[in-house]
């Protein structure tokens, strides 16, 4: 039996991503999952992980992040893509060198060597970033001040944004980036002809 394509989405917060992600899994027959949160364990993580009021250092955040993932991929992902079923994911590993590395400062071959060991070797077939800059992404949205990501400054959003850019113009064989500012139906259409070549 073939193993399932996996296709993740990445973007800073007010992108476009969950939108694009969840209609691709639903149009294309495809497993939708979203980190963190996607299991009973990762529901509990993720309710820490959000909640500006726990002091938590960036190294926490990030080994916490990582828990998460690893359980996912063990649990959902891999079972999921083994027996042949695509798997669409609204964030995986590079929002966490993108967030925690690039936005925390967390030594980012640290962030590699650990998330080696969370993940193994399951790696998405293709990342789609959905880029855009925070002004536009601060438009868009209404920022909740309980909200350990959102309620970060335009600082860290733009340093994770960078973050981002700088992995896809590393990786141009894995990473297909899209201009967010385009319309729904503009980036629906770029995001198809991508998946399209992969046979899907």
Same mark, same amino acid.
């Given at each position: 039996?073939?193993?399932?394509?996996?296709? %993740?989405?990445?973007?800073?917060? +007010?992108?476009?991503?969950?939108?694009?992600?969840?209609?691709?899994? #639903?149009?294309?027959?495809?497993?939708?999952?979203?980190?963190?949160?996607?299991?009973?364990?990762?529901?509990?993580?993720?309710?820490?992980?959000?909640? %500006?009021?726990?002091?938590?250092?960036?190294?926490?955040?990030? #080994?916490?992040?990582?828990?998460?993932?690893?359980?996912?991929?063990?649990?959902?992902?891999?079972?999921?893509?083994?027996?042949?079923?695509?798997?669409?994911?609204?964030?995986?590993?590079?929002?966490? #060198? !993108?967030?925690?590395?690039?936005?925390? +400062?967390?030594?980012?071959?640290?962030?590699?060597?650990?998330?080696?060991? %969370?993940? +193994?070797?399951?790696?998405?077939?293709?990342?789609?970033?959905?880029?855009?800059?925070?002004?536009?992404?601060?438009?868009?949205?209404?920022?909740n001040v309980d909200d350990r990501f959102e309620s !970060?400054?335009?600082?860290?959003?733009?340093?994770?944004?960078?973050?981002?850019?700088?992995?896809?113009?590393?990786?141009? !064989?894995?990473?297909?980036?899209?201009?967010?500012?385009?319309?729904?139906?503009?980036?629906?259409?770029?995001?198809?002809?991508?998946?399209?070549?992969?046979?899907?």
């Open positions: 039996m073939a193993r399932g394509l996996f296709v %993740a989405f990445e973007g800073i917060d +007010g992108c476009g991503k969950s939108t694009q992600a969840r209609r691709v899994a #639903l149009e294309r027959g495809a497993r939708f999952v979203f980190e963190p949160g996607d299991t009973v364990l990762g529901a509990h993580l993720r309710g820490w992980l959000l909640d %500006a009021t726990t002091p938590m250092s960036p190294t926490t955040e990030s #080994l916490m992040m990582l828990a998460d993932r690893s359980h996912h991929v063990a649990t959902v992902i891999e079972p999921t893509l083994a027996v042949g079923t695509h798997v669409v994911a609204d964030r995986f590993y590079a929002s966490t #060198l !993108a967030y925690q590395g690039y936005g925390r +400062g967390v030594d980012l071959a640290d962030l590699v060597a650990a998330t080696d060991l %969370a993940i +193994g070797g399951c790696r998405p077939d293709v990342t789609v970033l959905i880029d855009i800059d925070v002004d536009t992404a601060n438009e868009r949205r209404t920022r !970060a400054d335009d600082a860290f959003h733009d340093r994770v944004r960078e973050g981002y850019l700088e992995m896809a113009a590393l990786d141009h !064989a894995h990473w297909f980036v899209v201009d967010g500012r385009a319309t729904i139906g503009e980036v629906a259409a770029a995001i198809d002809g991508r998946l399209d070549a992969l046979d899907w």
